[in-house]
């Protein structure tokens, strides 16, 4: 008997997907609820489970299709699994009879852990020469993800074998010219939708950014003098964005408005502080949603980004993690940007951008001292934020960060 797989729902307002990977092909045994496909929906990737336990059969969908909700994906047949057991004992018996070449063996191996490997990370495993059975991966169900291949290639552990010394005449040859090579891979929907909602905010909103920068130096006093406390206590590190993220609140509350947004010819004001964190994902950033900030501790904070920095890691972000938001901070800095100017993500109507963390020369008291400073940005629409309320709201940013005793007294 035959079991339909068929797309899920996917959430709120979400009606389609891409089929992203599948992770079994067809004559494999499945369990029931085991993954047997991965789609890409506009925030995150959505593992399809077996409904039945036994074998997967035909394929209806291929990877890269675009699916609706609820439409045939593949079937499984129910029961197959034990009739392919036994059908497999006697080639397993020849097998044992008469061995295989020791080099088969690998070979098998990379070719079935290749399956298991997305695009990205497949082209990342060839660019780099690696041996991906020597790689240990962290993502769901011990898959492989694009950090786990570029540590691999950091530490320098995980070449593949040389070629065969048949190979080597090959090297004789002339030298080829430079490489004009050319490759063509599908954007995955989430980069779509990235691509559309911000090229929506640039042709929608009015969108200005204001600067300012700011001394760390009592931030960074604070945390290294509490982070063991802090980890001990907690069971997470102290971290800056718990203390960007509360002075954030703090001047959210102070100036509504960028916590505003529009809706048709209304401004909707949000007396809740719903912070979106950009989190880096294998696939691309995400951005999660830190549900009432405002009513939770630099701790609890801290501990709710931690979670999602695994749970992105792992591919496990849902779209409730994901919806909603009334205001972005974005940390370009964790890549080593200076200086930016952040797009909106809308409905939302304004976007920190924090940066590194350099030592520079500054005037304190009269004199001219090194200080570790950061840039921060902030952009905004015009259209609902008036200038002095974008700039207050930053300065009211900066004055708690430099001074995290406002964070305590709420100043």
Known sequence: MATEVKVP???????????????KKPGEAVKADEPIVSLETDKVAVDVPAPVAGVLGDIVAKEGDTVEV??????????AAAAAAPAAAPAAKAEAAAPAPAASAPADEDEGGSLTLSPAVRRLVLEHGLDPSKIKGTGKDGRLTKDDVMAAVAAGTAKAAAAAPAAAPAAAAPAAGPSRAQERVKMTRLRQTVAKRLKEAQNNAALLTTYNDVDMTNVIEARAKYK??????????????????????????????????????????????????????????VVPVIRNAESLSVAEIEKTIGGFGKKAKEGTLTMEDMKGG??????????????????????????LGLHRIEDRPVVRDGQIVIRPMMYLALSYDH????????????????NAIEDPTRLLIDL
């Open 326 to 351: 009334t205001f972005t901070i974005s940390n370009g800095g964790v890549f080593g940007s200076l200086l930016s100017s952040p797009i909106i993500n809308p409905p939302q109507s304004a976007v």
């Open 9 to 23: 729902t996917l959430g709120e307002s979400v009606t389609e997907a891409t089929v992203g990977q599948w992770l």
């Open 383 to 398: 259209r609902l934020i008036d200038g002095r309320e974008a700039v207050t709201f930053l300065v009211a940013v900066k």
């Open 70 to 79: 609820g439409a045939l994906l593949a079937y499984v047949n129910e029961g």
């Open 228 to 285: 063991d406390l802090f980890e001990k206590k907690h069971g997470v590190r102290l971290g800056f964005m718990g203390f960007f993220t509360k002075a954030v609140c703090m001047a959210l509350r102070d100036i509504p408005g960028v916590n505003a947004q529009i809706e048709g010819d209304e401004i909707v004001y949000n007396d809740f502080a719903d912070i979106s964190v950009a989190v880096s994902a294998p696939n691309g950033l």
